[in-house]
Structures are given as structure tokens and as C-alpha cells.
Nanobody, 130 residues
Framework: QVQLVESGGGLVQAGGSLRLSCGAS????????MGWFRQAPGKEREFVAA????????YYEDSVEGRFTISRDTAKKTVYLQMNSLKPEDTAVYYC???????????????????????WGQGTQVTVSS
């Protein structure tokens, strides 16, 4: 079992920055993916960014490309989401997620699908004021 805990959310002005952290505890394996999703009021949960542990490959949603950076600390089993140039549209609850070991053929966009992820954190609120 894997447990995820997010931190780092808060209130910032447009153009500001925040750094989210997600620590994983419990049993983990070598090739899995950890990522971030977000959900604004009245909207469905959407993919933000992910990193594949086995390769270090990073994946981003188009709307955050160039502004957000996902990174990892393998020793601490922690992922980070550095968010720069924040916009009011980034306001949402941000959720950390992790998969079980990746096996078989990975289809196009696999990292964007919630079904890829088996473990979810409780969420951390990010609010960007205009």
C-alpha cells in the first residue's frame, strides 16, 4: 500500500510562484508514475504533470508547459511541482497521484488518464488572486 501526502498549497498573486510537494510512504516499486491532477469547483479533475520513475520522463498538460516543472527526489520518494507565473485559472485543489508498477504496452496518453493511478492524496488548495 502507498500513501501520499501533499503540501505547499496556498494563496498567491497572479504571476507568483508556489512549490507543491508530495511524499510517498509504504511499498513502492521501480517503474511507476507519479503525477499531479487538479480540480476546480464545478469542473472535472484534469491532468497537470507527471514523471515516470523508471525513465525520468516528464509529461505536462499544454496549459502549464513552460510554467510548471515536475521533479523528484528518489531517495525521499517525493515529487515536486514548481509552479511559476501562476494565473487565476490555475486555482484548484491539486492532487498527487501514484500508479502501481507499469506493465505491458503503454498506450498514447496513458499518463493523462486517472485510471493509470491507484493512489491519491487528499489534495492541497492553490488559490491565485487576480
Amino acid at each position: 500500500q502507498v500513501q501520499l501526502v501533499e503540501s505547499g498549497g496556498g494563496l498567491v498573486q497572479a504571476g507568483g510562484s508556489l512549490r507543491l510537494s508530495c511524499g510517498a510512504s509504504g511499498r513502492t516499486l521501480s517503474d511507476y508514475v507519479m503525477g499531479w491532477f487538479r480540480q476546480a469547483p464545478g469542473k472535472e479533475r484534469e491532468f497537470v504533470a507527471a514523471i515516470r520513475w523508471g525513465t525520468g520522463n516528464k509529461y505536462y498538460e499544454d496549459s502549464v508547459e513552460g510554467r510548471f516543472t515536475i521533479s523528484r527526489d528518489t531517495a525521499k520518494k517525493t515529487v515536486y511541482l514548481q509552479m511559476n507565473s501562476l494565473k487565476p485559472e490555475d486555482t484548484a485543489v491539486y492532487y498527487c497521484a501514484a500508479s502501481q508498477p507499469l506493465r505491458g504496452v503503454l498506450r498514447s496518453g496513458w499518463y493523462r488518464m486517472m485510471s493509470t493511478y491507484d493512489y491519491w492524496g487528499q489534495g492541497t488548495q492553490v488559490t491565485v488572486s487576480s
